[in-house]
């Protein structure tokens, strides 16, 4: 079997479906599985022969979890959409997803954007949920696959397992270890414990106020731990203001994606909304603090790891991209959120 994954992005979206493909690798190591991705998360993925991978004692089977990666940039081609650039682009990669000659292709973000990727692959069988996220994407699929778990993770196995016609069930992830970024990490965290915050998210609604989670580090400060706040390396406002409400306790590390792996690898516990990191945590196993809003933790809440999670009970599930914080969460107090940090710090 040639099967092509199609899961562009973003960080948490991709972390949530790599259990089942982790599944479906555990149970066929002699696949060739490909995975269709934005660039910017391709470290999230253990690649076969990847020259930086020092995780073989994690590996499934006698294979890494990805065959293959291809490039996705749509972030890109949305910027210079007719641009001569992004056809070639689009032409190029078309081809190489042809000559692949993929028995199967799975849509496993139901978007029209995926869908698109998919349909370039012309894959014998294209396959997406019943009920995608953009509902026009399921006319594009050759078969559609019903789900009813509850929770992204289990709904992907729900997913990947109606496509290729066997029960999976989520299996431990293998993120990949980069060299570089495991010693970088080893400077930054030192041989003190420390928690990890991330104060953003992909939209506004579900971003706690950055002053409390500087609350929250420094009385986590005075109880004798320290506080790394992950940063883009483009620069962060919530994490600067997260550091100066500290008192002194924090300190704002940018991070690249392989980067971030390495220094959750060593966080004794990460506070973080529903992103990227927040799942990243979940899938390296790290106690989690999680603090949500206009998301549902039941169905996006940090899977297979310690944790603890806050959502008020006047906040209501909605995906609407709101700039400004969800009401519900800013009845979340610092001093609740530390004291649950303290707990899982034991």
Not at 10 to 36: Q, S, Y
Not at 60 to 75: E, F, H, L, N, Q
Not at 121 to 131: D, K, L, M, S
Request: glycine share 8%; charged share 25%.
């Amino acid at each position: 079997m040639r099967l092509l994954i199609v899961r562009i992005g973003a960080m948490g979206d991709v972390l949530h479906a790599m259990p089942a493909v982790a599944a479906l690798r555990a149970a066929h190591p002699d696949w060739f599985i490909g995975w269709a991705i934005e660039p910017r998360w391709s470290d999230l993925l253990q690649i076969v022969g990847d020259p930086n991978d020092l995780s073989l004692g994690i590996r499934i089977g006698s294979k890494a979890m990805v065959d293959r990666w291809y490039s996705i940039p749509t972030r890109a081609w949305k910027r210079r959409p007719l641009s001569t650039n992004t056809f070639s682009e689009i032409r190029a990669l078309r081809k190489v997803l042809r000559d692949e000659r993929f028995d199967l292709c799975l849509d496993m973000q139901g978007a029209i954007k995926s869908a698109a990727v998919g349909l370039l692959a012309e894959a014998a069988i294209f396959t997406g949920p019943e009920e995608p996220r953009e509902r026009a994407a399921r006319l594009f699929y050759d078969k559609k696959v019903e789900v009813s778990a509850i929770h992204v993770v289990d709904q992907g196995c729900e997913l990947l397992g109606g496509a290729v016609g066997e029960a999976l069930h989520p299996t431990r992830v293998p993120l990949p270890m980069n060299e570089e970024a495991e010693h970088w990490a080893d400077g930054v965290a030192g041989r003190e414990r420390f928690c990890l915050i991330s104060p953003g998210a992909g939209w506004g609604a579900k971003v706690w106020p950055a002053e409390r989670l500087g609350r929250v580090a420094a009385e986590l400060g005075r109880a004798g731990v320290r506080t790394v706040v992950n940063a883009s390396v483009n620069g962060s406002p919530e994490a600067d203001e997260a550091v100066a409400k500290s008192e002194g306790y924090a300190r704002a590390v940018p991070c690249s994606v392989a980067q971030l792996i390495a220094l959750v690898r060593r966080a004794a516990v990460v506070i973080a909304g529903d992103t990227g990191p927040l799942h990243l945590a979940a899938a390296l196993e790290r106690p989690v603090v999680g603090i949500f809003g206009p998301t549902d933790p039941a169905r996006n809440g940090p899977y297979g790891t310690r944790s603890r999670v806050f959502r008020d009970a006047t906040s209501e599930t909605s995906h609407k991209r709101r700039n400004k914080t969800e009401a519900g969460m800013l009845q979340i107090e610092a001093d609740e959120v530390a004291a649950a940090a303290l707990e899982l710090l034991g």
